[in-house]
């Protein structure tokens, strides 16, 4: 079925600021499939985000939005989730908001295995400000701070939040478009922490800096690199520098948190 | 009017007590001596109420995160002390620019850095006006006793939510760990705001609209009106623009919001000031301690008079003039070496003599030091 993404769109504040060739976009409308998909009422969605071009999505977006500080939007919707259980709190983040400067919610609400859905577009880089190198930048690529070649280890977004306790990990790429608003659709779905990472193109920063081409040819490249996370298992480490695992890295039925702290702790305060 | 109850309670016991009697029902802190009791004594007060409580992964956090909840509806706070409080700032600044109202106490030690963790100071007092970047207002309101750190607390809460701020209350160590009998006001006889909701439909309604009275109502998220919140410079919509004349109009009016209603949110307290020939100007704990000297100096019949802000910032300009003007000094008690007597100085430098009293060593000031200061002058 199509969907009508306008449903969900605020119109009149296009155009938005991604660049042409920018994966964000894709990243989006997956993300409004999903909430269709779900029926989910809009006066019941909170969509939190951080400082970046990926932060700037919900500007764009017909729900109760609140751009925060770069780094910070787990924390502010940590805040939302606890005041008010019953809505659907989505982050939408950049792999700079998330993993550099806001590293520390991530890995504890994760850990506490709070109820938000977390959409890290990940893009390698900081684009908003001009392609910098990020946590996620691979190994011997360029950024404008790394003219040489990044030396340091990238984080794998996956592995740190499925071992910091999320209780729902997947990973798409802005080229599996259909994978990406099926893996957001069951982590909203998914009682509990989710994380869902979109490998999405910057041709602007991280492209040019590579010579990556342009967007399109970035995408194809995204495809070429991605492995299925079954496969993936049955290869060696050598041969998956430089794949993408792509896939479900964890699902699990684990207690979450503000429904814990009310039947635990609410219910005892008010017994004591 | 109900009978009030009477019970020994240190600053700290009495602000989380208060905040539970104004309507908070969400703390997100860190802890940080001297301000830990606040959240210790919440995360058992809030879930008897209703509330939620959480201890954050750190102060930047539980910044965020009272921000989050004050979106929702929920009156909401943080408590502190100065490393945690320099980390809160941000925030801090993103809640005044988006005017969405919550409470911070900070209860001021020994600094820069980790200081003196354990003993009183004054000297966040710049810090708690100037700490973010950019033009902003702010109310920050300082209590001098443990009934005051109850009954501000409660109006802490009060002016955050009528004016979409967020508030300081600022204790220092001596307030927030002394005990004393606190007469605590009834529920039924205790004034508590809630933010104005907007009554116009959604399609009508402007979050930050600069027209008719500076203040805007609030609704939480869920109410049906759907709108944005961001930190960037916002048209009256919420929405970020880069027009010019917007950005204007919306940083004057958000600097103008708080020096409008000046009147209602300022509150000064006098003690023998009619006809006092030399002055004291001193809040917080110190200015407890100035009390004991002015009864002292007035024995002594040295015509000595007390003014207290209670409301520290916006700064009692006018008042503390109108004093200055009287007197030949202003003497200015404070543990710190020199924040507020600068402010003194600024409104009252011309008409009065400063004549600064610090004390910087962990140490609060005594009434001695006071009333040497006034004997040399009298
Ligand atoms: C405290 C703070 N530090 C730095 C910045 C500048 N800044 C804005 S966006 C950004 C990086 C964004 O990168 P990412 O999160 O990966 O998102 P992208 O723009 O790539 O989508 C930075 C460093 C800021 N706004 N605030
Ligand atoms: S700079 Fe990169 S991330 Fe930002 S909008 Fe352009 S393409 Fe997208």
Redo the contacts between chains.
Sequence with gaps: MLTDYTKYLRMTKFPHIWCSGCGHGIVLKALLRAIDRLELRKDNIVMVSGIGCSSRTPGYVDFNTLHTTHGRAIAFATGVKMAKPEMNVIVVTGDGDATAIGGNHLIHAARRNIDLTVVVFNNYIYGMTGGQGSPTTPRGMKASTLPFGNIEQPFDVCHLAAAAGAAYVARATAYQARLLDKFIERGIRRKGFALIEAMSPCPTSYGRKNRLGDGATMLRQLKETSVKITEAEKMTPEELVDKIVVGTFKDVDTPEYVEEYDRLIMAAAQRA | MAERKAQMLSGNEACALAAVAAGC??F?GYPITPSSEIGEVLS?L???N?G?F?Q???E???????????????K?LTATSGPGFSLKQ??IG?AAMAEIPCVIVNVMRGGPSTGVPTQPAQADFQQARWGRHGDHPIIVIAPATVTGAYELTVRAFNLSEKYRTPVVLLLDEVVGHMREKVEITAPEDLEVVNREKPGMPPEEYLPYSHSGTDLNPMP?????????????AHDETG??TNNTREIDLQYRRLNRKLHRYRDDILQVRKMETDDARIGIVAYGSTARTARHTVKAARSEGIPVGLLQPVTVWPFPDEEIRDFGKQVSHLIVPEMSLGQFAREVERVAGCHAEIVRVNRVDGEPITPKEIITAVREVA
Excluded: K, Q, W
């Design positions: 029902r969400f997100a058992y809030l879930p008897r209703g939620r959480i954050m992964e750190d930047i956090a539980s910044m965020g995160a009272i921000i989050g909840a004050s979106l929702c509806g929920v909401s941000e925030n993103y939480a998220f869920g109410d049906g009106y759907r709108y944005h919140v961001t930190g960037l929405f970020p």
